[in-house]
């Protein structure tokens, strides 16, 4: 079985290397995600030589763009962070995920406090350098922060696209097209319940390309990556499930239907979870096999002890 990476701030796992010489152990990525990958951990600030403990860091807006700066000795410590993202491509390039800590200038995704060197005030509004450099990089890498990984929404979506994209990783270095339609057709549900005119778009993209360059492949990545980024909605679930139930029409009874169609209706209500049409869905998959349900990765997307889709 394909061993998962998922490159991480090395913080988020208890390693005291912050500034203060703390740590921010994440527990779900330790006693939780942590079973079923195998975590790349970085600090790119210890990595560039800085000490633990060390003088912070902070982002500024100067003339030349944003920069890190150390306030205390006024060092500017852009260009190594960079060079750091350069140093770590061997692990970058094999991972099919990243979990940020929220807030640092270093590692930050989004919303780093942003100063402005004149007057001293701070902005919201920055991005990490590491990040911001992993952005650049790895368009199509799942990226998410500690804190937001606390919604189940989003700790949901961010799981759903890493083991999408180790999936895409698993494909051929040179798919051919029937590779590129069977992945594609794998996606087809979760791709419906996150952006249906994306799922179309990219579904005529594919059948008109003859050659898979690696210029065309990695723009449908990037475009199915960028569609499962968006939260899935209970309308396009609701369809997505009703679109399954279609299946079981002629081989259920009259009462089975019905317990299917009140348990799509009370989903699409906010009385049940997902969880719940699902289970039933998976239960008559198993009693009447079909090979093309069977192989999407909606019924499937990620271990079921994560537990992922008890809060949606
Ligand atoms: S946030 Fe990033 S740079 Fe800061 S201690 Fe954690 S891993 Fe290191």
Same mark, same amino acid.
């Given at each position: 079985?394909?061993?998962?990476?998922?490159?991480?701030?090395?913080?988020? *796992?208890?390693?005291?290397?912050?500034?203060? +010489?703390?740590? @921010?152990?994440?527990?779900?990525?330790?006693?939780?995600?942590?079973?079923?990958?195998?975590?790349?951990?970085?600090?790119?600030?210890?990595?560039?030589?800085?000490?633990?403990?060390?003088?912070?860091?902070?982002?500024?807006?100067?003339?030349?763009?944003?920069?890190?700066?150390?306030?205390?000795?006024?060092?500017?410590?852009?260009?190594?962070?960079?060079?750091?993202?350069?140093?770590?491509?061997?692990?970058?390039?094999?991972?099919?995920?990243?979990?940020?800590?929220?807030?640092?200038?270093?590692?930050?995704?989004?919303?780093?406090?942003?100063?402005?060197?004149?007057? +001293?005030?701070?902005? @919201?509004? +920055?991005?990490?350098?590491?990040?911001?450099?992993?952005?650049?990089?790895?368009?199509?890498?799942?990226?998410?922060?500690?804190?937001?990984?606390?919604?189940?929404?989003?700790?949901?979506?961010?799981?759903?696209?890493?083991?999408?994209?180790?999936?895409?990783?698993? *494909?051929?270095?040179?798919?051919? @097209?029937?590779?590129?339609?069977?992945?594609?057709?794998?996606?087809?549900? *979760?791709?419906?319940?996150?952006?249906?005119?994306?799922?179309?778009?990219? +579904?005529?993209?594919?059948?008109?390309?003859?050659?898979?360059?690696?210029?065309?492949?990695?723009?449908?990545?990037?475009?199915?990556?960028?569609?499962?980024?968006?939260?899935?909605?209970?309308?396009?679930?609701?369809?997505?499930?009703?679109?399954?139930?279609?299946?079981?029409?002629?081989?259920?009874?009259?009462?089975?239907?019905?317990?299917?169609?009140?348990?799509?209706?009370?989903?699409?209500?906010?009385?049940?979870?997902?969880?719940?049409?699902?289970? *039933?869905?998976?239960?008559?998959?198993?009693?009447?096999?079909?090979?093309?349900?069977?192989?999407?990765?909606?019924?499937?997307?990620?271990? @079921?002890?994560?537990?992922?889709?008890?809060?949606?």
């Amino acid at each position: 079985m394909q061993t998962i990476k998922v490159g991480i701030s090395a913080c988020l *796992l208890g390693d005291e290397v912050r500034f203060d +010489g703390g740590h @921010k152990r994440s527990a779900f990525c330790t006693d939780e995600l942590g079973r079923h990958v195998e975590f790349v951990k970085l600090c790119p600030e210890v990595g560039i030589g800085m000490p633990v403990p060390r003088p912070t860091i902070r982002l500024e807006s100067r003339e030349h763009g944003v920069r890190a700066i150390v306030p205390k000795t006024g060092e500017d410590v852009t260009e190594r962070l960079t060079d750091f993202a350069d140093r770590a491509k061997g692990h970058l390039t094999q991972i099919s995920g990243y979990v940020l800590c929220a807030k640092s200038p270093s590692c930050g995704m989004e919303r780093v406090k942003l100063y402005n060197p004149e007057n +001293g005030h701070a902005r @919201k509004e +920055g991005t990490g350098i590491f990040a911001a450099q992993l952005q650049q990089r790895y368009p199509a890498l799942p990226l998410e922060e500690d804190g937001r990984l606390n919604d189940p929404a989003l700790r949901e979506n961010f799981v759903m696209r890493v083991f999408v994209y180790a999936a895409w990783q698993g *494909l051929s270095q040179s798919p051919s @097209k029937a590779d590129l339609l069977g992945f594609h057709t794998s996606l087809k549900l *979760l791709l419906l319940a996150h952006n249906q005119q994306v799922y179309r778009e990219l +579904g005529r993209q594919v059948a008109q390309q003859q050659e898979m360059t690696a210029e065309f492949l990695k723009s449908y990545i990037e475009q199915v990556m960028q569609a499962l980024a968006e939260p899935a909605t209970r309308a396009n679930h609701t369809n997505v499930l009703q679109h399954i139930q279609g299946y079981f029409k002629s081989v259920l009874s009259d009462d089975q239907r019905a317990e299917l169609t009140d348990a799509i209706l009370a989903y699409r209500q906010g009385i049940e979870p997902l969880l719940v049409p699902l289970t *039933l869905l998976r239960h008559y998959l198993r009693e009447f096999p079909n090979d093309y349900l069977a192989g999407q990765r909606y019924l499937n997307p990620y271990p @079921k002890d994560l537990k992922l889709r008890y809060g949606l």
